[in-house]
Every structure is written in structure tokens, then in C-alpha cells.
């Protein structure tokens, strides 16, 4: 695997980069402050009631009032979850939406776009209100930043428009619900809410998709439409999914329809894909005829699916970007497989519905801390969050220390004050020039599972299962996991994909005992339970190869998931969910 050396980092911030971080920092608190003190939510909020009032207070004569406020900010401004803000964030879903009750809500003005989380444990939807302020670029870092082949798998289709009324009835805003990725796009495009006819004619030069691609809302169509423009561009350099497991659904797809992609290529007629007769008229104009092309790939036919196939199809290709660490891990050996050692392989970032909290840096799991918004660091473990994590015990970014874990709290330019992100990251250093924090992804917080007296975290789940070798149950590319109770013992259950057959071993279930004993060694509370006779044997089913990608499809018709940011949850909490991929079990080792 490809990758260019990260710039040299530092283990220890000196006394002048300490104290730049903290100027940056408090200038950004202080921004968010001044901007969004005139919200509804600080003016209203319980949570925001003490920092409010000390608003008020004159500063005194020691200090200067910026100093002041933030020193106000840090005493008085409790810790938050989305529930605080889902009171205010439903009244966007009034009917009619009312200027009075939405103006100035958690910023000041009106948003650019609602982003929506991604929706996996089968939990309500939570909503999150984006203004217009300045993002990180998502090609910061990337080839793909001075290329003008890049295959951009992106949706940039919305859910529903939000109509703003005034006391009259007129309309005086209105703006999209829509994926984060999709609003930042579209943004980024000056794309207005009812605009989509008019940007699905349009082509962006460094695009191999025409925009019209990414507003197909077949989950199998939409990934074959890219694919299909993406096959056209012999030249094409860099390649993009959210998440790795998207690729790989990509590829199947493209493996499966093969003879027609090619035969689109060589006649430039458009395939007739399910769910895409709305965009076909913006398409053809960017469709031509190319048999030379055709040919070309027909001649790398027979290597289908062998090592650095992707780079027969397009030699002039150098950058992979999509999630493909954590829970991904089980798909980077394919993703390997399919590109080689000479592409590089990237994160495309450290990014969640609430905010952008990290930059990558390096590799498929390094990230620098953003800028743009206001972060503080909560000390954690891998182990249960503990009640006694309060706003107290938050340490700002110039004190946090390399090699120490802690969950990222966020306070924001879209207003949020203080919040949790539920993740679980690792300080690796700093940047040598300014200082800002290096760090890792390593978990969901909330994503466990509880087997008597042991809460068993995420990352102790994926390692367990991703410890199995290929001469027991096989190569596990996909999986997920639950609570079994079907037994009189309870246990941790897997259902499974592999990456090719069955293990060889004679006795598959040899797996099981293998999952267990990293189980054990990770937590000493699994030891307990198994010795008490409380917990029995981690359960494997196996299922159809495929089955993950037509749960994902399914995910986004049934729930109306977005196309780039449906993927399948370490911990499944939802019966149903974990009833629809049981059913499709093979063997249960």
C-alpha cells in the first residue's frame, strides 16, 4: 500500500505553540459567543441560563472582558446531548414554519441546509442546523485537490425544503434537508433549493459524472451510474466513497454488469438502470460513443477480480479516499487487492452530521484537529462512561497530552455548546508548525453491548471478531453484531460476510473460542462472566456474500437513508434489523 510519509509531528507542544493554540482557540470561542448570543437557544435554554446571566456582569478591572467571558464560558457552560436541542430543532418541522420561531434558532439568520444523521441503529433521526460559515475543504490533502479526473461518488439529492412564512403568509427563506456531504456540496456549488433541474445539465470539469448522476436515488443505479462514467475516463486519477464498504459494493456491481457497462461504452446508449429515467436527458449529452474504450477494457476482462485489477482499468490512477479503519478494517485487505501497492489509500476525513471534527493528515487514520470550530477533551477509557465525566473535567486543546484517549466536545459556529461527540480518539502529537493535535479514531462510546456484569465497548467487539484466521471460519470482510439471548446463557452474537469461502479447518466453531479469548484478554469483566457460567460462547452466523450490500440497499429504501452515508452499525440495537440479516444465514458456526 502506497502512502506519502506524513510531515514530522512533535510529542510535546513548547511554551509558543501552547500559547498560539490557545489564541486561536479563544478567539474561535469568542467568535461563537458574539455570533450566537443572539440566538433563541442561548436566550432560552435552561442548560445556558448561568452563562447567560454572567453575560451581563460587568468584567471587572483585572481582567479584559474577552478574558472574562471565556473564563465565564468554561465555569458555567454544563455539558450537552442532542436532546437539549431537539425542542428547538422541531419547530423547523412546524407547519407552517413560522419566521418568529425559527429566525435566529441556534445562530444567528437562517441556515443553509439541515443535515440529518446517518440513521444505523434503527435510533430516531437527529437533525442538525448548518449556517453559512466557512468549512474545511474536503481535498485539503488530496491529489485529487490539482486533478481533473477524479471519480466523486456523491448524492446530492434532499429530503424536503423547509418554507420560512412571516405573519403574512410570504415566504422569506427557504433552504434543504439534506445529508452533511450533500449541503457542503451544494454549498460549495452555490446550488439553491429549487435549482436541482437547472445543476443536473451541468457537468464540473474535474467531475468523470455529469451532477445529474448524484441525484439517482437507486442505491444499485446510482453507484453504476458513476461507475459507468468513471469507466469512460481512461485518465482518471483519483477515486472517492465515504466509506469502503461502498466501494466494494461498486465494484460487485460493476463485475456483475460488466458485458452492459462496456457495451454503453461502445455504443453510447445509455443503459436503462432501475430508478434513473428522470436523469437520462441530462446525461446523454455527456455520453458519446467511445469502441476504442470498450476495447480497451475488454482486453483487461480476464484479470477481473485478480490483484490491481482497478489499475488495468485505469493506469493512470493514484488516490483511493473512504473510510476504511475501525469497523472498516475487515474490507482495507480487499481494497488493497484492488488497487495495489502503488495507490495511495486515504481517509476522507474524520467527519460526523454534527460537525468536521478532523482534517486528514495521513493515511487512513490520522487526523488533525480542525479549526474552525471550538474543542475541548474529555479524559476517557475503554471502558463504561462514567457519571463523574462532567464539564469539570474537560481539558482545552493546548493541555490534552500524546498518547492520552479522550471524547471530543464541540462547541460550534451552528450552535452547539459544549457537545459530546460519543467518539473515543487518541492524541498521536502535534503539527511541528502550529501545533494543532494529531489524532486517531478509535470508537463509538455508546456502540456496546452489556452481557451481565461486562459493557462491552466497540473496538473490543470489531478486534474480537476481526482476530479470526482464515483457517477457521475464513477471511471476514463484513460483519456486525447484537445481543444474542437465544440461548439460556446470553452472549455476544456476529452475523458475518466473508471475502471468499468457508474456512478450511474441519471445525469452524474453532472460531468462536478463538473470538472469546480476545474478548477475555480486552476485558477482564468477560473472564468473570465466563468463569460465573453467566455468558456462553460468542455466537457466528455466516451469510451470502452480497448480503451487506443488499442490506444496505434495502437501508436506503425502506428508511430513506442517504446513498453515501448508509453502512452497517458495529452494534445492531434494532430486533428487526438484526432479524433481516439472521435470516439470510447460511451457517452458524
Known sequence: MSQIAPPESISLLTPELSQGLKQHYNNVLLEIIQRNRVS?????????????????????????????????????????????????????FEQPCKQAEVENLLSAGYPSYVSLSSFTTGKSLKYFPKYAFPRPSPQEGSVSAKSMFNCLVMHLGTKRAFDVEDETGELVAKFPLCTFSAGLTRTMFNMKVDQDQIVM????????????????????????????????????????????????????????????????????????????????????????????????????????????????????LKEYTGIMSGAYGGVLPKVQSYFGPDVILRSSGYILSECWPGITYSGINLYRLAREDYYEFLPASRVEISEEETAACLVPVWQVETGRMYEPVVTTRDGLWRYRLGDLVRIEGFEQTNGFPIMSFIERRHAEVRVADAMVPAMVIVNAILSTTEDTVGRVMEFTSYFDSRSRLPTIGYVIELDGDIGKCPNPSLARHQVLEVLKAQHENIQTNVDKNRMSLPTIRIVQRGTFADYRRWRVESAGISLTQVKVPVVLKDETLVEWLSKRAFYEA
Not at 478574558?67 to 422541531?90: G, H, K, N, Q
Not at 476495447?295 to 485489477?309: F, H, I, N, T
Request: proline content about 8%; glycine content about 4%.
Open 40 to 92: 433563541r437557544y442561548v436566550s432560552e435554554s435552561l442548560p445556558l441560563r448561568a452563562f447567560r446571566n454572567s453575560l451581563d456582569e460587568p468584567p471587572g478591572i483585572d481582567h479584559s472582558a474577552d478574558e472574562v467571558t471565556a473564563e465565564r464560558f468554561r465555569e458555567t457552560v454544563p455539558l450537552s446531548e442532542y436532546d437539549t436541542y431537539e425542542p428547538f430543532i422541531r419547530k423547523l
Open 201 to 316: 445539465g451541468m457537468k464540473v470539469p474535474p467531475l468523470t459524472s455529469p451532477l445529474a448522476v448524484s441525484f439517482i436515488d437507486n442505491y444499485r443505479s446510482f453507484l453504476l451510474m458513476h461507475a459507468l462514467f468513471a469507466l469512460g475516463e481512461r485518465r482518471l486519477e483519483t477515486l472517492f466513497t465515504t466509506f469502503s464498504t461502498i466501494l466494494v459494493d461498486l465494484i460487485t456491481f460493476v463485475e456483475e454488469e460488466w458485458a452492459k457497462l462496456l457495451t454503453s461504452i461502445e455504443t453510447g446508449i445509455l443503459p436503462d438502470f432501475q430508478g434513473t429515467e428522470h436523469v437520462l436527458s441530462y446525461l446523454q449529452p455527456y455520453f458519446v460513443a467511445n469502441p476504442e474504450r470498450a476495447a480497451e477494457l475488454r482486453s483487461v476482462e480476464s484479470m477481473k477480480g485478480s490483484p490491481g485489477w482497478l489499475i488495468k482499468i485505469w493506469p493512470n
